[in-house]
């Protein structure tokens, strides 16, 4: 079955350690991007990539780093930098940049204590 | 960006139709209108999207105002499994416009 996963679906990290969140699509789509969700609150845009080894800072980038290598593959790392990292992070893909639709994954759901 | 306005909860007998209303009153000729839902602590889910027609798929309609300025999400038999939020997002057509705008959504709840 074609779609994204994400792995784990819950993680734990102690304050001041980077942890890497992953995204993997089998949809052989060019476009790929990382959301951040707070209680209550709607989707934020974090970073996005249209094409392998291309990606662009979105809304609330700032203690976020990701890479491109691989088409499939659009691995997110969240760093010490980030002052709340506590949150749900999505993962989306899209056949491109344009006006279709974003097929999303389940979900890492990070709390760092 | 076009920004959209939607109730923040609503409520929907089973078996009913449920209207879910969006306005986005500052919305460009490009502009497309597009549905998400998102089921508690899942990824969102695409239901629907229109330009200026009104829409129909395997799960909804989307009947969009003639002078787009706002718009609805009906979804004919509402079930238990319709409860989520919604989201009403408007978004360019053109290339390399990433971004979607996700607000608050509306809260529906489908009771039995």
């Known amino acids: 079955d074609g779609g994204i996963t994400q792995s784990p679906k819950y993680l734990f990290r102690k304050e001041g350690q980077n942890v890497t969140l992953s995204c993997e699509q089998n949809?052989?789509?060019?476009?790929m991007y990382w959301y951040r969700q707070d209680p209550g609150q709607g989707l934020r845009l974090i970073y996005y990539?249209?094409?392998?080894?291309?990606?662009q800072k979105g809304d609330i980038a700032e203690g976020y780093s990701v890479s491109r290598e691989k088409k499939e593959s659009f691995p997110l790392t969240v760093t010490s930098a980030q002052k709340n990292p506590t949150a749900f992070y999505l993962c989306?893909?899209?056949?491109?940049?344009?006006?279709?639709?974003?097929?999303f994954g389940p979900g890492t759901r990070l709390t760092v204590l | 960006d076009a920004k959209t306005t939607q109730p923040t909860s609503m409520d929907c007998a089973e078996g009913r139709a449920a209207n879910l209303p969006c306005n986005h009153s500052t919305i460009s000729g490009n502009e497309y209108v597009y549905w998400y839902r998102q089921i508690h602590s899942q990824g969102p889910q695409y239901i629907i999207h229109?330009?200026?027609n009104n829409e129909t798929n395997e799960m909804a309609s989307l009947i969009i105002t003639e002078d787009r300025k706002s718009s609805t999400l009906i979804l004919p038999h509402a079930t238990l499994r319709d409860t989520a939020v919604y989201y009403c997002i408007v978004r360019p057509a053109t290339s390399g416009t990433y971004k979607y705008i996700f607000g608050t959504g509306t809260r529906l709840k489908v009771l039995a």
């Open positions: 229109g330009l200026k």
């Open positions: 989306a893909s899209s056949i491109d940049g344009t006006a279709t639709e974003q097929f």
């Open positions: 949809l052989n789509h060019d476009a």
């Open positions: 990539s249209q094409i392998v080894n291309d990606f």
